[in-house]
T-cell receptor, first 113, second 111 residues
């Protein structure tokens, strides 16, 4: 049981480049979410999904896209990276939504030059 | 909107000292409240939670009580250890999956 996995661990992009951060969970959790962690600001919710085919915006969704085609996977796409998107990104999952215990992945550290 | 405010760090304590990290919240409705802990280089993991007023969450010697009248969820531990050194996050979640985290408090425990 691997829990929540994220790839890559580290990534450097140039402004304007696109990329996808991968997230997968093997706990059959319906709810998955993406956060960014910035110094002094805690974690902020980017997007979340309550099940396959259903996504919704969180607190800071601009510049990010998501889709949920399977229960296991929830990729986060940056279409045109900006330096303001330099951050550590965490994926999380839970059995029954935001009020349930969240299980976090190890994070992806992204730098946009 | 919903928000969480927690005491700024860093906090440095000696081993066996008493720990309090203050957390207050603003929310519509009846949120669930959480404390998550992040060890160096890792993702967050749940430390404890409470889902309704007057509930006490506890784990690994840590405790926090959901106080609706003061909108608080302060984290306490009677005797900290070096292994408790980490960043602690207070968080809330409401019925519509609006999850908010505090800025985090870095705790360092010295032998």
């Amino acid at each position: 049981n691997a829990g929540v996995t994220q790839t890559p661990k580290f990534q450097v992009l140039k402004t304007g480049q696109s990329m996808t951060l991968q997230c997968a969970q093997d706990m059959n959790h319906e709810y998955m979410s993406w956060y960014r962690q910035d110094p002094g600001m805690g974690l902020r919710l980017i997007h979340y999904s309550v099940g396959a085919g259903i996504t919704d915006q969180g607190e800071v969704p601009n510049g990010y896209n998501v889709s949920r085609s399977t229960t296991e996977d929830f990729p986060l796409r940056l279409l045109s990276a900006a330096p303001s998107q330099t951050s550590v990104y965490f994926c999380a999952s839970s059995l029954a939504g935001g009020k349930d215990t969240q299980y976090f992945g190890p994070g992806t550290r992204l730098t946009v030059l | 909107g919903n928000s969480v405010t927690q005491m700024e760090g860093p906090v440095t304590l000696s081993e066996e000292a008493f720990l309090t990290i203050n957390c207050t919240y603003t929310a519509t409705g009846y949120p669930s409240l959480f404390w998550y802990v992040q060890y160096p280089g890792e993702g967050l993991q749940l430390l404890l939670k409470a889902t309704k007023a007057d509930d006490k969450g506890s784990n690994k010697g840590f405790e926090a009580t959901y106080r609706k009248e003061t909108t608080s969820f302060h984290l306490e531990k009677g005797s900290v250890q070096v292994s408790d050194s980490a960043v602690y996050f207070c968080a809330l979640s409401t019925y519509n999956n609006d999850m908010r985290f505090g800025a985090g408090t870095r705790l360092t425990v010295k032998p």
